[in-house]
């Protein structure tokens, strides 16, 4: 249960930070704005990592280095999602985002990449990742 109320909060703040970001990249520029979305979460990350870590700092040096990438992640991500939202719209955009997570979270258990347990995509995946694809199709039309 915990871990569905955490997705949920995710996925509300990803819904409000990508439109926040983008009017914030409106008025600042994309790449000014990245900057500070990300020198802001750094600030807090290590304002967090001082009061109240627990973990080994200097570990994140241990695994290999794909491990370490997500940081790189971070900015393609928040560049996309910002591109997206302006061109697209929020109500589009963030559904559009989430198909993709899901085929592509689908594709990492199938395959078992990153060291993922290999999890099936059965045919039931399809049909959602379709239905899902079918709805944003269908939310975007103009009646």
Request: overall charge positive.
């Given at each position: ?13 990803m ?18 704005a ?8 750094f ?19 241990k695994?290999d ?19 997206a ?9 963030v559904p559009?985002?989430l ?6 979270a ?19 995946k ?10 944003v ?7």
């Amino acid at each position: 249960m915990v871990g569905i109320l955490f997705a949920l909060l995710a996925g509300a703040a990803m819904s409000f930070q990508g439109v926040m970001n983008t009017r914030l990249s409106d008025e600042a520029g994309l790449l000014e704005a990245n900057l500070f979305v990300q020198g802001t979460a750094f600030a807090l990350s290590l304002v967090a990592v001082l009061a109240v870590g627990g973990g080994n700092l200097s570990a994140v040096v241990k695994p290999d280095w794909i491990y370490r990438m997500g940081g790189a992640l971070g900015l393609v991500i928040t560049i996309t999602v910002m591109v997206a939202v302006k061109n697209l719209s929020a109500s589009v955009a963030v559904p559009v985002i989430l198909i993709a997570q899901l085929a592509v979270a689908a594709m990492i258990d199938a395959f078992g990449w990153l060291g993922q347990e290999r999890v099936a995509f059965g045919w039931n995946k399809y049909v959602g990742l379709a239905l899902m694809t079918g709805g944003v199709l269908l939310f975007k039309m103009k009646f």
